[in-house]
């Protein structure tokens, strides 16, 4: 059976290789068949190939071991190699809105493009979609944000050829603006993802707590194990791809201390079990009468 790095890496390693091939042929595309949108998706799946090589970075990185110097392990490195990709997915829509922002007052350079780059873009269109298809069904699988980045990555790119693809017709029929106004809008597009992606890595950076849904059930988990009165207190924090649950819950005062330790066990082994995607959970114990006022009166264990 396979682990999460090295599904990641497998698809990753696909994706590099579909994303020489196709800026290969969209820039070649673009430059004999005179179309600057189709030279500036090219320029877009170019910097595919550059995002797939940090996710395989970031995936060597987070499957080691921790260490003296990182004793949480080196998942997070999956949450920066995002952050990353976000910058590069910003600077390559600030690029190609530029350079064909600048064409718009300049249609005499525009030139009007033949068929090759029309049906380049189709065919790109057919593997970014694969692409964004088999990336993001790993990427949800084991939890990647890294990966998760780079399926949106592929997904941005489609959407960009599209607008390359109306351009590039509608140059075709005579109308050049078209050429200039779809390399516009496919910037937009790809600074949106960029966007989106940098304020979910950030957040995780930031040790941003997992789901309310995800929490409610986690919580109602441990306020149903055995010998638990209430649970006073839950937080949680992302690691990359996993998480750390830290809760304070509520015991009978009067029973002894190894009965505590054993109700903190279970609850910390029901949570564990519940998903693949928490790394360790803390449970601090406090006698009912010194916790709090809600402690549900359950039978001792």
């Not at 064909?100 to 525009?110: G, H, P, R, W």
């Not at 995780?204 to 309310?212: G, H, N, R």
Request: aromatic residues 6%; glycine residues 6%; hydrophobic residues 45%.
């Amino acid at each position: 059976m396979e682990t999460r790095y090295e599904e990641s890496t497998s698809v990753t390693i696909k994706s590099i290789i579909i994303n020489i091939v196709l800026t290969v042929i969209k820039l070649v595309a673009g430059f004999f068949g005179n179309s600057n949108a189709m030279l500036a998706d090219g320029m877009h799946s170019a910097s595919d190939i550059a995002t797939s090589v940090g996710v395989l970075i970031g995936n060597n990185i987070s499957k080691k071991p921790q260490d003296r110097e990182h004793n949480y392990g080196h998942e997070k490195a999956e949450t920066l190699v995002a952050f990353v990709l976000s910058l590069v997915l910003l600077f390559v829509g600030a690029e190609i809105g530029l350079n064909s922002f600048k064409l718009l007052f300049n249609l005499d350079k525009v030139k009007t493009p033949n068929m090759l780059p029309l049906i380049v873009g189709i065919v790109s269109i057919l593997f970014k979609e694969y692409q964004y298809y088999i990336t993001i069904k790993v990427a949800n699988k084991i939890n990647s944000p890294s990966l998760k980045a780079d399926a949106w990555h592929h997904r941005s790119d489609s959407l960009s050829t599209i607008g390359a693809l109306i351009g590039i017709i509608g140059a075709m029929l005579g109308f050049k603006i078209l050429d200039p106004l779809a390399g516009v809008v496919v910037s937009l597009f790809v600074i949106k993802v960029g966007l989106e992606i940098l304020m979910s890595s950030s957040n995780e950076l930031m040790d941003y707590s997992i789901e309310k849904e995800e929490e409610s059930k986690l919580n109602n988990i441990a306020m149903n194990t055995d010998g638990v009165c209430n649970v006073k207190s839950f937080k949680s924090r992302r690691h990359g791809a996993m998480a750390y649950i830290d809760l304070t819950i509520c015991v009978d005062g009067t029973i002894s201390v190894f009965d505590g330790h054993e109700i903190a066990h279970n609850v910390e082994e029901n949570i564990m079990d519940s998903s693949d995607n928490i790394k360790a959970v803390i449970v601090h114990v406090e006698p009912k009468k010194n916790c709090c006022e809600k402690c549900n009166h359950k039978t001792k264990i």
